[in-house]
């Protein structure tokens, strides 16, 4: 049986790693029902496929829960290999998207259609009681609050790139991945403007199931997902006030101007996320990447949920971490890049890394790989790091000094005073931004001209006569002082090549008002000389003998980060802004310093 769809645009299994295919062959005796209604403990009925393996079952199930396009137009490779295997799979839009009832709330109801949906699941006679959830970004968020609720029959998670889902963990009060020290990551701006977070298409009230399914698979969805030119958010990205943009651009009704005005604190933003404290103990395979806008929160949530568990929960939680792009984990290749990096040979063998993690959880006596280490990191050049300890946070300290070094010596004391103006901030270019659906690209690119700018302040070490090998979370302190009640202080971390290319691995940023805790506004005063920290920055790189370590510091970084615009005003509605005049103080008794996550190089043991 073939078949053919016109349906276009992102689904969850495309997320995760496979472009989407025009054909796709169910496997002999395999069979598919579309646009199953399953009807949730409030009436709403929410629309699913069902994919049977050839047995017929009883079988385990695999449980896709999402808010992206009908997943029939991407069965994939990995959609034949489960059913292979002996998998039943469930796919189900979230309520207001794609016929199933309800209005269209991120991340909404998770727990209660997730519980009803297997509750639903576990009654079908195909069912061996049995369930495991799969899916990449939302697809992976929505699993963290099923895990955490704790369904009986929820026997295995995969979650990548989940960190929208996780409001607070360790020193990361994110919200979601909406907020980084303090400040409103406007990269998601993109996405809230475009067709993801819509209500489509709905149908009438009233209709029974056999009219819903009937009708659902009349309809043409070609087309509905649409995107806005990129001169048209580039036109618009500095409009003041910053809550206005949505409305200016003309962009749908939806959550966006409600986060904004929330703030980086409010209870809101524990609805429908997890935090540090919510214990998961369902079996998970977690994947996160770097430069995706995810990394440091959920790994951070994965490290404190490893160490909280029991002994036997603890050893069921793993967490693979590459350097490519969102939800791009089957797509890697031999020659893989990120941005203008080059990673050598990162593949793996993904389709047979989730198959085996069902098989240990759900298939007791079929194949499966050995146990994988807590963390498998990728560092460069087809090397990967298994790492079986808590992740480390700081280590070797570098003092950033007056005449530009980066140095394990303090140095003289000695300050460095440049301008920030809003009217010019620094522009972005790569970062942990994948996954905001924003037109910047993500990863690692050559900074050399942008450090080129007055408002860019540059510290490099020595070349480096050995490797190392960082993998942790770096921790970062500045002294700093403005003549603005407010302003924001930005860094990145710089590998600087033999070539003179200066390749970001990571960046943060803390804006002032918020230097003593999130709940609290507290200006500057003029001539006070501040310490504050910024929010760590995760790390997996190994970093060549002959290279050098930089770190640049500044006060923008736009439009990854929204503009401070250095008032006492609120930065979202207000219109004024003023140039700061910023200094960085450094050497002995105003340190200014990174702590960089260095472990003990795996290829040395």
Known sequence: MTFRHSLIGISAFALMGFAAQAEFTLPEGASVEENVQITMRDGARLNADIYLPASGGPAPTIYVRTPYDD???????????????????????????????????????????????????????????????????????????MAAAAHP????????????????????????????????????????LGSTVQNWPQLPEGLSDEE??????????????WARPKSEFDAHRMDLPMVEIAENMGGPQNELRAYIQAGPVDESWDVNRISEGEMIAVPGL??????????????????WNRQANLAEGRDNQVMRITQGSHCGFGRITTDESIGDLELGDMSYDYAAELLSWFNRWMMPD???????????????????????DAIQWGGETFALTADGELSTAAGDAGSITYLYDPADPVPSLGGEIGGTGTDHHDGSFDQTELEA?????????EPLTEDIV????????????????????????????????????????????YREGLETEVFMEEGEVYHITL??????????????????????????????????????????????????????????????PVIADPAAE
């Not at 009060?173 to 993109?190: A, H, V």
């Not at 700018?453 to 070490?461: C, H, L, M, Q």
């Open 470 to 513: 960082l993998f942790g979370y770096a921790e970062i302190g500045l002294s700093v002082s403005s003549d603005a009640p407010d302003t924001d202080f930005t860094i990145k971390i710089i590998d600087v090549f033999p070539d003179g290319r200066a390749m970001n691995i990571g960046d943060s940023i803390q804006r002032m008002r």
């Open 71 to 145: 997943e029939m137009s991407s069965r994939t490779e990995l959609h034949q290999q489960l059913l292979e295997s002996g998998y039943a799979i469930v796919e189900q839009h979230e309520r207001g998207r794609y016929f199933s009832d309800g209005t269209y709330v991120m991340l909404g109801h998770s727990v209660e259609d997730g519980w009803d949906t297997m509750d639903w699941i576990t009654a079908q006679d195909w069912s061996n009681g049995d369930i495991g959830t799969l899916g990449c970004s939302s697809s992976a968020e929505i699993q963290l609050q």
């Open 535 to 596: 929010p760590p920055v995760l790390l997996s790189r190994r970093i060549e003998a002959g290279h050098s370590l930089r770190v640049e510091v500044s006060s923008s970084n736009f439009p990854s980060y929204a503009r401070n615009l250095n008032t006492d005003q609120d930065p979202y509605t207000s219109t004024d802004f003023a140039v700061a005049e910023n200094t960085l103080h450094l050497g002995e008794g105003h340190a200014s310093y990174i702590s960089l």
């Open 212 to 225: 819903r399914q009937y009708l659902t698979g009349a309809f043409e969805l070609t087309n509905l997902n």
């Open 366 to 388: 079929a194949e499966t790989e050995p146990m994988q280490a807590a963390y498998t990191a990728y560092l460069s050049d087809g090397e990967w790091l298994a790492f079986d």
């Open 453 to 461: 700018r007055e408002d860019v302040i540059v510290f490099t070490s």
């Open 286 to 303: 977690w994947t996160e990447a770097i430069y995706d806008i995810s990394s440091r929160s959920t790994t951070a949530y994965f490290d």
């Open 153 to 192: 029959a929820h026997r295995a998670l995969v979650a990548q790139s989940a960190g929208v889902g996780v409001a607070e963990a360790g020193p990361f009060r994110e919200q979601g991945n909406f907020w980084r020290g303090g400040i409103w990551q406007q990269g998601w701006m993109d996405y809230f």
